[in-house]
């Protein structure tokens, strides 16, 4: 295997597509610093699977794509291919029989990539296996990059294991090791999950089988009970069917008779009728005399009142005038004498009214005078006393002050010497303190470290709780979803078996289709042909159209009974169908031809506001009956409203107008509205929720799928998450360790601090205290001798004020006792001359206000007399007028009442002629209430067994999901008490009541969980054998490889040990193996003693030494596990001259056993190459090859 070519588009810096040919041989890459020759090696990395970014010396994968120059844009890819040619060597078996394979890599800016074998989209595991134990993969010892032939000496033993098991070609067999590994961790988890599963099945069982014995027992009751049940509602049903056909006659047969009677007494009531409005025109009449004779007499009776009141009011007014002018002349009296009375009042109140005033100013003045006095000397008495008091306090606190004055002189000293005593005890603690928060900071920032790592681990366990309690949430609800899916399908599986059975068995059509489609049935299924084709031939009008669920109610009301037709395109076939019914007697049936046209509709469709469709438009039907169904639907139209029927009707005569709620106008003008009670409606309804429960059922199936996938995948989740958790509580309890000792220092560090802090708080707190209490005792001190003056100047001041006030109430004193008697006897004069005052006025007041009510009384005295005088005028004109009116009505009274006597006579003959019309229909209304009262039997017995037939249908239906219609037959000739089995059937019900909650699912999930805990139990021994068979896996790879190292080892250190002097021109080296006790894997150590100095480490040898070193053992493990090619990029760099000529010989040996590609700048390995490509870069960032061939 070699490589071929190697084609480049947008890698790196190769914008444009690039070839490179490899031949046999050596192949040499050469151009100036810069210009891309390390992106060739970069290529061949990345093509084989490289996927490391930093490998590939950038940052990011999307570094490989070509990012643009001066005058291009970026690429928005990358892609290189390698074609690798078949030369009869080591080839993958896989592709043995092709020539040549092609392997290619793209990588597209927004992160997509594509892996080709050969064209064919493959995975990046399957090109590493194309390479694996070749040496010649992306990790192989076969491409040495620039820099890295130096880190093969300083790697770490184990790194350089690597190179060994990739040409002892184990590395495979180490990725199978890791693959078995991986299975037996997962097998393992696998184990405990089971394990976990089959305990919890078990004691599910244990409980299920329980449950299951009693939900049979359950189910053969509640069998038995609906058999009794169904028995006793079959011979109700029938006894109840048979009323209503007896009731049915008796109806059809009264209704005739009462037909007959209305007839009868509808011409007697159209004679009834004329006479009735002969009579009430003469009762208009009679009305219209008695009301104006009525009227009349009144308006005379009216008249003579009137008359009667004008006398009386006349007579009135002439004696109600002579008493009011008596009553004015009294009052004129009595006005004078009240008027000299207040005049004299008057002058004797004015006169004591001023010499109360005059007595009261003096009064108060004096009073003033008084009070002022009495005022001052109770002040002046107050003062003294205060005075007096306040100067033997003032002594008494000048004797205190005195004291406290000795005793804080005292108080100071005491103070002044503690405070010595207490700064030298400050001073020992303060370098305490110092040495102890030396020691626990240190503690702390142990401590905070600690912290912060246990805080990163106690975030990454609460990230994982959280995310495993959310995951466990969401597994619960997942669960709980799939339950409901489960639930919800069962549901509708059941209800949609139910339907389809009452579809098939032709329930809701009438008795002789259901009959005719049952034969139909029975007869195809013993003829050729598909069965269901050949039923399709003859269908019932509701199983041929279908509409949507808005339509419904519209298709019900305009087909009506002919939902019951039979269509059939087959003349001879529906002949068949009618002597059936006729042989069998079961029943009618009406049948129309399935293929039948012509039929043009009555004129031009509706069209405006309210006119919705026209309802052949909306329903869908079999090709074979579309032309039928078209013709009955052919002058109907759906309308938004009846009244827009009503509105329409008379300009498209012959449509019939139908609303989506069912409310029909038929072309001949019958309006049908209400609620549909048709039993027809049903089969539509049913078509249409069989069809919606099948979409539901694939809905739900999908759903339950869905979410079954989901939760075994959230399930798988949750394992991984419980094994991250366990790890992270490990490391945090690790922590919590570190950390509570470092708690412990640092408390230990704390209470030392705190206790000389408490101590060094409490020294300056008593310093503080002490040097207040000085501060305090100054102060006080000074107050004090303050206080003191102060005290001895007050004295003087309270003496000399005593005195002064003393002097000034004496002078007071002598004039107060002659100023209190006038007062007093002031006082008396003014209140008595002012209470006579008062009286007098009061006096006054009542005589004026006597006075005022006279004058009004004369002023309304003299209004009336005039009124009085006007009045009698008007009353005696007006008694002359009404006379004279009065003798003209009783002329008009008379006239009146002859008029109203001839209009009775003519209404009486009238009345006895009707009183005979009556007394006829009265006859015949008292017949038609007997017949219409047996009617109303007849009909209440019938709607009361329609009743109790629809309720025993509803009954049954809801509880067992049958017609009862259709068993009622099978237990017609069955003989049974029915008040035993209702008393048996109460009993079974009564026994299922008392069995409580039953899982009538339990029998089913019993032996679903059996089968389940057997499959595991299977399962689980099948883990357990796997886990053994994955561990003896892993044993013989163990073995292989351990076997295949060594002895690629041993050969490999013969070999460096002959090629390390070749190269160095003499000295000694050789591998030695190392344990690791972490991996517990041998690693490889390398001694090179070159020549004149003494065996040493690697890592002490020149720059020069190391490179040469790692060659040669390069070139050793070449020479046993020769490479298909070989890739060298700029590892002659670091050699001097001399010793890259005895490197171009090793390279030459190489060569013979693979192919060789060198990038170097070296001119003597130019030499060497048969063939060089050269890079360029004539624009920036832009790399070119050319090439020449020097052979």
């Given at each position: 295997m070699r490589i071929k070519k190697l084609e480049l588009v947008g890698f790196k810096s190769f914008k444009d597509r690039t070839v490179v040919h490899f031949d046999a041989g050596i192949t040499g890459i050469v151009g100036p610093n810069g210009c891309g020759k390390s992106n060739i090696v970069d290529a061949l990395q990345w093509v084989m699977g490289e996927m490391s970014a930093k490998h590939l010396r950038g940052t990011s994968m999307n570094d490989v794509i070509f990012g643009g120059a001066d005058g291009y844009a970026p690429s928005g890819m990358a892609e290189v291919s390698m074609v690798l040619e078949n030369d009869g060597g080591p080839f993958p078996a896989q592709y043995a029989n092709f020539s040549e394979i092609q392997v290619t890599r793209r990588l597209h800016r927004s992160g997509d990539s594509e892996y080709l074998i050969n064209k064919e989209p493959a995975r990046l595991r399957d090109i590493h296996e194309i390479f694996m134990d070749t040496g010649a993969g992306s990790k192989g010892f076969s491409i040495i990059e620039q820099g890295a032939i130096g880190k093969i000496v300083v790697a770490k033993p184990e790194d350089r294991r690597v190179l060994i098991e990739e040409a002892a070609g184990i590395t495979k067999f180490k990725a199978r090791k890791r693959e078995s590994q991986r299975k037996l961790q997962a097998t393992e988890q696998n184990l405990i999950r089971i394990g976990d599963i089959v305990t919890e099945l078990k004691r599910q069982i244990e409980s299920l089988q329980r449950q299951a014995k009693k939900a049979a027992r359950y189910r053969e009751l509640r069998k038995e009970a609906q058999e009794l049940d169904l028995m006793i509602s079959s011979k109700d049903y029938a006894k109840f069917r048979e009323a209503a056909i007896t009731a049915r006659h008796t109806i059809e047969n009264g209704d005739l008779s009462v037909q007959t009677i209305k007839t009868q007494m509808s011409e007697l009531e159209g004679q009834n009728q004329t006479e009735r409005l002969q009579q009430l025109e003469l009762e208009k009449r009679l009305e219209g005399q008695q009301i104006e004779f009525a009227a009349l007499n009144e308006q005379v009776r009216e008249k003579e009142k009137r008359i009667q009141e004008l006398h009386f009011e006349v007579e009135q007014a002439k004696r109600q005038a002579v008493m009011q002018g008596d009553l004015r002349a009294e009052a004129e009296t009595r006005r004078e004498m009240l008027e000299r009375e207040v005049n004299s009042l008057r002058e004797s109140y004015e006169s004591t009214y001023a010499e109360a005033q005059r007595l009261e100013a003096e009064f108060k003045e004096l009073n003033e005078r008084y009070q002022h006095v009495q005022k001052r000397l109770s002040e002046g008495d107050a003062e003294i006393t205060a005075a007096r008091r306040e100067l033997v306090l003032n002594e008494q606190a000048k004797g205190q002050f005195q004291v406290q004055l000795e005793s804080s002189k005292v108080r100071m000293e005491e103070v002044e010497s503690r405070i010595q005593d207490s700064q030298v005890i400050l001073e020992d603690l303060n370098g305490k303190k110092i040495e102890f928060d030396s020691e626990r900071k240190r503690t702390y920032e142990a401590l905070e470290k600690e912290r912060q790592m246990q805080l990163e681990i106690m975030h990454d366990v609460e990230n994982f709780e959280e995310n495993r309690k959310t995951l466990d949430a969401d597994v619960k609800n997942r669960r709980e979803e799939v339950e409901q899916y489960k639930d919800k399908l069962n549901e509708v599986v059941s209800r949609l078996y139910g339907l389809e059975n009452l579809h098939s068995n032709f329930e809701g059509f009438q008795a002789g289709v259901k009959s005719v489609m049952l034969w139909r049935r029975q007869q195809v299924e013993t003829a050729q042909g598909t069965s269901e084709e050949m039923v399709a031939q003859m269908l019932p009008m509701a199983d041929v159209v279908e509409v949507s669920k808005d339509y419904e109610l519209a298709m019900e009301a305009a087909l009506g009974n002919r939902l019951q037709l039979i269509l059939s395109n087959n003349q001879d076939d529906v002949l068949k169908a009618v002597d059936y019914l006729k042989e069998s007697k079961a029943g009618r049936s009406s049948f129309f031809s399935g293929d039948r046209r012509g039929g043009e509709s009555v004129g031009q469709a509706p069209t405006g506001e309210g006119v919705d469709i026209l309802l052949k438009d909306v329903v869908k039907a079999p090709e074979n009956f579309q032309e039928a169904v078209a013709y009955m639907l052919k002058d109907v139209v759906v309308v938004d409203s009846v009244r827009t029927a009503l509105r329409l009707r008379g300009d498209y005569p012959g449509w019939t107008f139908v609303t989506r709620d069912g409310d029909t106008l038929s072309a001949d003008g019958v309006l049908t509205g209400g609620t549909p009670e048709s039993a027809d409606s049903g089969v539509l309804k049913r078509r249409r929720e069989i069809k919606e429960l099948s979409e539901a059922k694939e809905e739900w199936a999908g759903k339950l799928a869905l979410s079954q996938a989901t939760l075994k995948k959230q399930e798988e989740r949750l394992e991984s998450l419980a094994a991250d958790l366990e790890t992270a509580m490990k490391q945090r309890a690790e922590r919590e360790i570190k950390v509570a000792e470092l708690k412990k220092d640092l408390e230990r560090a704390d209470r030392e601090l705190n206790n000389l802090q408490s101590a060094l708080d409490r020294q300056n707190s008593d310093v503080n205290r002490l040097m207040d209490q000085k501060s305090e005792q100054e102060s006080k001190i000074q107050g004090l001798e303050t206080e003191i003056e102060t005290f001895i100047g007050k004295r003087l001041e309270l003496e000399n004020r005593v005195q002064a006030l003393d002097k000034e109430l004496e002078d007071y004193k002598s004039g107060v006792e002659g100023m209190r008697e006038r007062v007093t006897q002031l006082r008396g004069d003014s209140a008595s001359k002012t209470q006579e005052a008062e009286g007098r006025k009061r006096q006054l007041e009542m005589m004026d206000a006597q006075l005022s009510d006279v004058n009004a009384r004369i002023a309304r005295m003299s209004e009336e007399v005039e009124q009085t005088s006007t009045s009698m005028s008007e009353n005696q004109i007006q008694l002359e007028e009404e006379k004279v009116a009065l003798e003209r009505m009783i002329g008009q009274v008379q006239?009146?009442?002859?008029?109203?006597?001839?209009?009775?006579?003519?209404?009486?003959?009238?009345?006895?002629?009707?009183?005979?019309?009556?007394?006829?229909?009265?006859?015949?209304?008292?017949?038609?209430?007997?017949?219409?009262?047996?009617?109303?039997?007849?009909?209440?017995?019938?709607?009361?067994?329609?009743?109790?037939?629809?309720?025993?249908?509803?009954?049954?239906q809801e509880r067992y999901m049958t017609e009862l219609s259709a068993v009622v037959d099978q237990y017609k000739d069955r003989e049974a008490n029915i008040e035993e089995s209702q008393a048996m059937l109460d009993d079974l019900r009564g026994r299922l009541q008392r069995m409580g909650e039953v899982n009538l699912a339990a029998v089913e999930e019993y032996d679903e969980i059996s089968q389940r805990y057997e499959f595991l139990n299977q399962q689980q021994q099948d883990l357990i054998n796997a886990k053994e068979q994955l561990k003896k896996v892993i044993d013989r790879i163990n073995r292989i490889c351990n076997k295949r190292f060594k002895e690629t080892f041993t050969s490999v250190n013969e070999r460096f040990k002959t090629v390390f002097p070749v190269l160095f021109g003499g000295g000694e080296a050789h591998l030695t193996l190392i344990e690791n006790h972490e991996s517990g894997e041998m690693g490889i150590d390398i001694t090179a003693k070159p020549p004149g100095k003494k065996p040493q480490s690697v890592t002490l040898l020149s720059g020069g030494e190391k490179a040469l070193t790692a060659v040669s053992l390069i070139f050793s493990i070449f020479l046993v596990k020769p490479s298909p090619y070989c890739l060298l990029d700029e590892v002659d760099a670091p050699l001097d001259d001399a010793n890259v000529y005895r490197f171009n010989d090793l390279v030459r040996e190489m060569a013979k056993r693979s192919q060789i590609i060198v990038v170097t700048h070296n001119k003597n390995t130019m030499e060497i190459a048969e063939k060089l490509y050269g890079v360029t870069m004539q624009e920036k960032g832009v790399s070119k090859m050319v090439s020449v061939n020097i052979s």
């Amino acid at each position: 295997m070699r490589i071929k070519k190697l084609e480049l588009v947008g890698f790196k810096s190769f914008k444009d597509r690039t070839v490179v040919h490899f031949d046999a041989g050596i192949t040499g890459i050469v151009g100036p610093n810069g210009c891309g020759k390390s992106n060739i090696v970069d290529a061949l990395q990345w093509v084989m699977g490289e996927m490391s970014a930093k490998h590939l010396r950038g940052t990011s994968m999307n570094d490989v794509i070509f990012g643009g120059a001066d005058g291009y844009a970026p690429s928005g890819m990358a892609e290189v291919s390698m074609v690798l040619e078949n030369d009869g060597g080591p080839f993958p078996a896989q592709y043995a029989n092709f020539s040549e394979i092609q392997v290619t890599r793209r990588l597209h800016r927004s992160g997509d990539s594509e892996y080709l074998i050969n064209k064919e989209p493959a995975r990046l595991r399957d090109i590493h296996e194309i390479f694996m134990d070749t040496g010649a993969g992306s990790k192989g010892f076969s491409i040495i990059e620039q820099g890295a032939i130096g880190k093969i000496v300083v790697a770490k033993p184990e790194d350089r294991r690597v190179l060994i098991e990739e040409a002892a070609g184990i590395t495979k067999f180490k990725a199978r090791k890791r693959e078995s590994q991986r299975k037996l961790q997962a097998t393992e988890q696998n184990l405990i999950r089971i394990g976990d599963i089959v305990t919890e099945l078990k004691r599910q069982i244990e409980s299920l089988q329980r449950q299951a014995k009693k939900a049979a027992r359950y189910r053969e009751l509640r069998k038995e009970a609906q058999e009794l049940d169904l028995m006793i509602s079959s011979k109700d049903y029938a006894k109840f069917r048979e009323a209503a056909i007896t009731a049915r006659h008796t109806i059809e047969n009264g209704d005739l008779s009462v037909q007959t009677i209305k007839t009868q007494m509808s011409e007697l009531e159209g004679q009834n009728q004329t006479e009735r409005l002969q009579q009430l025109e003469l009762e208009k009449r009679l009305e219209g005399q008695q009301i104006e004779f009525a009227a009349l007499n009144e308006q005379v009776r009216e008249k003579e009142k009137r008359i009667q009141e004008l006398h009386f009011e006349v007579e009135q007014a002439k004696r109600q005038a002579v008493m009011q002018g008596d009553l004015r002349a009294e009052a004129e009296t009595r006005r004078e004498m009240l008027e000299r009375e207040v005049n004299s009042l008057r002058e004797s109140y004015e006169s004591t009214y001023a010499e109360a005033q005059r007595l009261e100013a003096e009064f108060k003045e004096l009073n003033e005078r008084y009070q002022h006095v009495q005022k001052r000397l109770s002040e002046g008495d107050a003062e003294i006393t205060a005075a007096r008091r306040e100067l033997v306090l003032n002594e008494q606190a000048k004797g205190q002050f005195q004291v406290q004055l000795e005793s804080s002189k005292v108080r100071m000293e005491e103070v002044e010497s503690r405070i010595q005593d207490s700064q030298v005890i400050l001073e020992d603690l303060n370098g305490k303190k110092i040495e102890f928060d030396s020691e626990r900071k240190r503690t702390y920032e142990a401590l905070e470290k600690e912290r912060q790592m246990q805080l990163e681990i106690m975030h990454d366990v609460e990230n994982f709780e959280e995310n495993r309690k959310t995951l466990d949430a969401d597994v619960k609800n997942r669960r709980e979803e799939v339950e409901q899916y489960k639930d919800k399908l069962n549901e509708v599986v059941s209800r949609l078996y139910g339907l389809e059975n009452l579809h098939s068995n032709f329930e809701g059509f009438q008795a002789g289709v259901k009959s005719v489609m049952l034969w139909r049935r029975q007869q195809v299924e013993t003829a050729q042909g598909t069965s269901e084709e050949m039923v399709a031939q003859m269908l019932p009008m509701a199983d041929v159209v279908e509409v949507s669920k808005d339509y419904e109610l519209a298709m019900e009301a305009a087909l009506g009974n002919r939902l019951q037709l039979i269509l059939s395109n087959n003349q001879d076939d529906v002949l068949k169908a009618v002597d059936y019914l006729k042989e069998s007697k079961a029943g009618r049936s009406s049948f129309f031809s399935g293929d039948r046209r012509g039929g043009e509709s009555v004129g031009q469709a509706p069209t405006g506001e309210g006119v919705d469709i026209l309802l052949k438009d909306v329903v869908k039907a079999p090709e074979n009956f579309q032309e039928a169904v078209a013709y009955m639907l052919k002058d109907v139209v759906v309308v938004d409203s009846v009244r827009t029927a009503l509105r329409l009707r008379g300009d498209y005569p012959g449509w019939t107008f139908v609303t989506r709620d069912g409310d029909t106008l038929s072309a001949d003008g019958v309006l049908t509205g209400g609620t549909p009670e048709s039993a027809d409606s049903g089969v539509l309804k049913r078509r249409r929720e069989i069809k919606e429960l099948s979409e539901a059922k694939e809905e739900w199936a999908g759903k339950l799928a869905l979410s079954q996938a989901t939760l075994k995948k959230q399930e798988e989740r949750l394992e991984s998450l419980a094994a991250d958790l366990e790890t992270a509580m490990k490391q945090r309890a690790e922590r919590e360790i570190k950390v509570a000792e470092l708690k412990k220092d640092l408390e230990r560090a704390d209470r030392e601090l705190n206790n000389l802090q408490s101590a060094l708080d409490r020294q300056n707190s008593d310093v503080n205290r002490l040097m207040d209490q000085k501060s305090e005792q100054e102060s006080k001190i000074q107050g004090l001798e303050t206080e003191i003056e102060t005290f001895i100047g007050k004295r003087l001041e309270l003496e000399n004020r005593v005195q002064a006030l003393d002097k000034e109430l004496e002078d007071y004193k002598s004039g107060v006792e002659g100023m209190r008697e006038r007062v007093t006897q002031l006082r008396g004069d003014s209140a008595s001359k002012t209470q006579e005052a008062e009286g007098r006025k009061r006096q006054l007041e009542m005589m004026d206000a006597q006075l005022s009510d006279v004058n009004a009384r004369i002023a309304r005295m003299s209004e009336e007399v005039e009124q009085t005088s006007t009045s009698m005028s008007e009353n005696q004109i007006q008694l002359e007028e009404e006379k004279v009116a009065l003798e003209r009505m009783i002329g008009q009274v008379q006239n009146v009442q002859g008029e109203l006597s001839r209009v009775k006579d003519e209404y009486e003959k009238l009345g006895m002629a009707l009183r005979g019309v009556d007394e006829q229909l009265l006859n015949l209304r008292r017949q038609q209430n007997e017949h219409e009262g047996s009617l109303n039997e007849a009909r209440l017995t019938l709607e009361k067994s329609e009743l109790r037939m629809a309720s025993l249908e509803e009954h049954i239906q809801e509880r067992y999901m049958t017609e009862l219609s259709a068993v009622v037959d099978q237990y017609k000739d069955r003989e049974a008490n029915i008040e035993e089995s209702q008393a048996m059937l109460d009993d079974l019900r009564g026994r299922l009541q008392r069995m409580g909650e039953v899982n009538l699912a339990a029998v089913e999930e019993y032996d679903e969980i059996s089968q389940r805990y057997e499959f595991l139990n299977q399962q689980q021994q099948d883990l357990i054998n796997a886990k053994e068979q994955l561990k003896k896996v892993i044993d013989r790879i163990n073995r292989i490889c351990n076997k295949r190292f060594k002895e690629t080892f041993t050969s490999v250190n013969e070999r460096f040990k002959t090629v390390f002097p070749v190269l160095f021109g003499g000295g000694e080296a050789h591998l030695t193996l190392i344990e690791n006790h972490e991996s517990g894997e041998m690693g490889i150590d390398i001694t090179a003693k070159p020549p004149g100095k003494k065996p040493q480490s690697v890592t002490l040898l020149s720059g020069g030494e190391k490179a040469l070193t790692a060659v040669s053992l390069i070139f050793s493990i070449f020479l046993v596990k020769p490479s298909p090619y070989c890739l060298l990029d700029e590892v002659d760099a670091p050699l001097d001259d001399a010793n890259v000529y005895r490197f171009n010989d090793l390279v030459r040996e190489m060569a013979k056993r693979s192919q060789i590609i060198v990038v170097t700048h070296n001119k003597n390995t130019m030499e060497i190459a048969e063939k060089l490509y050269g890079v360029t870069m004539q624009e920036k960032g832009v790399s070119k090859m050319v090439s020449v061939n020097i052979s």
